[in-house]
């Protein structure tokens, strides 16, 4: 592999305020790419300043969307460390992701240096602010001019930070969802566990519509029988039962999450039963008529651990733990920042120091 070329940026540009962050709103003064070509591999790799890109009007990825793209967080501790959180989860799944897009695979020692060069350079970025981080957005496109249906000979990685509040703007506040009936975001052997931007594309109508009568999320049911529960939004979802954790199975079309599997390693480390299982709708109906829906949240990257307060499904609408964060999400969400942040003990070695 090419050594990693490095040209700094003459025009930095302005911060904006920690307090008025938002999500994925500014982007930081630098960027990382590299290019595949079938003669050289993945070759080239470069940080140089953040900038609009030129790309044939025939590139491959405009027209039939061969591309993937991951997310992750970083943070500054109190001793003014700068880590990642379990990077190596994110580049596994993005070479997984990359596997079901015939999109070529990457050397993860290769993309890692890459972003942790990129994060020094721009470590100033890194927002202050308890729900603050920088979030960084690695992704691949198909870049051949060609308007054939085929793998694109030729790609470009890039890596871009964004400074980000929460995900949402209630924050660990409950989200009130949607229980979506008419489309389906995956379906057994479709592309549902990569993350890809069709799977993205195909979820925005609903989450319109959704958005529209007063809900912040979309949950997704199965695509064969609109029956058991699949994932919310940009979210893996749980949900505690009796006090049983329950979470949809990773049944191909669901999407890995890391925080996910973050949240089934704690709980086990608490000794809260944990299932992964199919769930479905009826299931928590009749929980929630007995009393025993005690808690409902996701997880993900860009949200952490986000409660729901509410789930709409067809004419029914249930409330769940009176429409406030429950005491496991908040525990869950304090532990998971406090690791990622550096303020509490790191004993399953999730922290990446860079
Ligand atoms: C993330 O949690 O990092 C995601 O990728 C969700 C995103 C689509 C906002």
Not at 204 to 228: F, H, P, R
């Amino acid at each position: 592999m090419d050594s990693l070329h490095i040209e700094l940026s003459q025009n930095l540009k302005q911060k904006p305020e920690p307090s008025a962050l938002g999500f994925g709103q500014y982007f930081s003064d630098h960027m990382f790419m590299m290019e595949y070509s079938l003669e050289k591999g993945w070759h080239d790799p470069k940080i140089m300043p953040y900038g609009p890109i030129a790309l044939d009007p025939s590139a491959m990825v405009f027209h039939y969307g061969q591309e993937v793209f991951e997310g992750m967080k970083a943070y500054r501790t109190a001793i003014g460390e700068l880590v990642l959180f379990r990077p190596d989860m994110n580049l596994k799944r993005l070479n997984e992701s990359c596997e079901r897009l015939s999109i070529p695979q990457v050397e993860p020692s290769t993309l890692l240096q890459g972003i942790t060069e990129l994060i020094k350079i721009d470590a100033s970025w890194i927002p202050s602010g308890e729900e603050n981080a920088l979030y960084i957005r690695p992704f691949i496109i198909a870049t051949e001019p060609c308007l054939g249906v085929r793998a694109s000979h030729t790609y470009k990685l890039m890596v871009i930070l964004s400074p980000v509040g929460s995900y949402y703007p209630e924050g660990i506040h409950p989200v009130s969802i949607y229980v979506e009936q008419r489309y389906v975001r995956a379906f057994r052997g479709g592309t549902g566990a990569a993350k890809t931007a069709s799977n993205y594309a195909a979820s925005i109508k609903a989450q319109e519509d959704a958005k529209q009568s007063g809900y912040s999320q979309v949950l997704w049911l199965d695509g064969v029988e609109s029956k058991y529960v699949e994932e919310v939004g940009s979210m893996n979802v749980f949900f505690k039962v009796n006090g049983e954790v329950i979470t949809p199975a990773l049944s191909g079309s669901i999407l890995a999450g890391v925080t996910r599997d973050s949240v089934i390693a704690l709980l086990k480390s608490w000794g809260i039963p944990v299932s992964e299982r199919k769930v479905a709708m009826e299931e928590l109906v009749e929980a929630h008529k007995q009393g025993l829906l005690e808690e409902a949240f996701g997880t993900g990257t860009a949200a952490v651990i986000s409660p729901i307060g509410s789930m709409k499904w067809g004419e029914l609408e249930l409330s769940i733990g009176g429409g406030k964060t429950g005491k496991l999400s908040k525990k869950l969400y304090d532990t998971i920042t406090g690791i990622q942040r550096g303020q509490l003990d790191d004993s399953l070695g999730w922290r990446y120091r860079i």
